[in-house]
Nanobody, 119 residues
Framework: QVQLVESGGGLVQAGDSLRLSCAAS????????MGWFRQAPGKEREFVAS????????YYADSVKGRLTISRDNAKKTVYLQMNSLKPEDTAVYYC????????????WGQGTQVTVSS
């Protein structure tokens, strides 16, 4: 079992930066692929970014490439999402997720953290 707890959300202005954190507990954190998703009001949850166990392979949604950066610290069992040049359309609840290295299903989810970007 893996428990995920996000933090770092808040209200910022367009162009500002924010860093989200996701602290994991339970089974071996370094085995898991970690990801960030988001859900805006009235929209479906969408993929934002993911990172493999070693931190060397990362993937991003086209809408966030060049502005958001995912990273992880396996010693701290934490994954981060650095968000720069934020836009109002980045407003959403951001969720941390985990899956095994050989599956495509995201098995574990955090409770989410709200990010609001004002124009």
């Amino acid at each position: 079992q893996v428990q995920l707890v996000e933090s770092g959300g808040g209200l910022v202005q367009a162009g500002d930066s924010l860093r989200l954190s996701c602290a994991a507990s339970g089974r071996t954190f370094s085995d898991w692929v970690m990801g960030w998703f988001r859900q805006a009001p009235g929209k479906e949850r969408e993929f934002v970014a993911s990172i493999d166990w070693s931190g060397t392979s990362t993937y991003y949604a086209d809408s966030v490439k060049g502005r958001l950066t995912i990273s992880r610290d396996n010693a701290k069992k934490t994954v981060y999402l650095q968000m720069n040049s934020l836009k109002p359309e980045d407003t959403a609840v951001y969720y941390c997720a985990a899956r095994g290295p050989f599956t495509t299903s995201w098995n574990y989810w955090g409770q989410g953290t709200q990010v609001t970007v004002s124009s």
